[in-house]
């Protein structure tokens, strides 16, 4: 059974940046025809889409206001996949998810992460 | 672009029937048949209800259905549960490699 999940630090400070990380266990990141991504919801609010990479890790998908500021990459060799999101303010703070797409990366995601809480804060 | 519209509240007692509109436009919802549903109940990560407007993941009960006219998609819950409080929200593609959620609506079993 294929599950997500992420790790990384709960704090990061103003101008930084945020790094998180999903592993993957039960399947292959890279043998599997599939897209990874991330998905953040901010406290109380709805969620908004980051962006996915393919397994062969030469596509992805970046939300356009968020572009500039995110790389997504695959390390196979760890079945693990991360975000990088660089100047960071506290509109950032949000949970943040990895997830699973169905099957294109905009047809939903079916198989999610707990989620992480990220503060953004001096 | 702007959000989904969704309304922010619906409401149902047991074994009724509630209906969740996502409004678009003809560039996202109304141009593509990939809209998605998610339930997400409080501290837990969404859960896939419906993709490609009607398609429902294995798993989901037959009691969730997804339809689209023009701009609009629905969300169909029948046989109302108490399980079936929780927050629902709507995604859709928008071309130009862009997809755009709704922003949420909190449906309450009575």
């Known amino acids: 059974q294929l599950q997500l999940q992420e790790s990384g630090p709960g704090l990061v400070k103003p101008s930084e940046t945020l790094s998180l990380t999903c592993t993957v266990t039960g399947g292959s990141i890279s043998s599997s025809s599939h897209y990874w991504g991330w998905i953040r919801q901010p406290p109380g609010k709805g969620l908004e889409w980051i962006g996915f990479?393919?397994?062969?890790?030469?596509?992805?998908y970046y939300k356009p206001s968020l572009k500039s500021r995110v790389t997504i990459s695959l390390d196979t060799s760890k079945n693990q996949f991360s975000l990088k999101l660089t100047s960071v303010t506290a509109a950032d703070t949000a949970v943040y998810y990895c997830?699973?797409?169905?099957?294109?990366?905009?047809?939903?995601?079916?198989?999610w992460g707990q989620g992480t809480m990220v503060t953004v804060s001096s | 672009q702007s959000a989904l519209t969704q309304p922010p509240s619906a409401s149902g007692s047991p074994g009724q029937s509630v209906i969740i509109s996502c409004t678009g436009t003809?560039?996202?919802?109304?141009?593509?048949?990939?809209v998605s549903w998610y339930q997400q109940h409080p501290g837990r990560p969404p859960k896939l209800m419906i993709y490609e407007v009607s398609k429902r993941p294995s798993g989901v009960p037959d009691r969730f259905s997804g339809s689209k006219s023009g701009n609009t998609a629905s969300l169909t819950v029948s046989g109302l549960q108490a399980e079936d409080e929780a927050d629902y929200y709507c995604i859709s593609y928008a071309g130009s490699n862009n997809m755009l959620f709704g922003g949420g609506t909190k449906l309450t079993v009575l």
């Open positions: 003809s560039s996202d919802v109304g141009g593509y048949n990939y």
């Open positions: 997830a699973r797409p169905v099957s294109s990366w905009f047809m939903g995601s079916d198989i």
């Open positions: 990479i393919y397994s062969s890790g030469n596509t992805y």
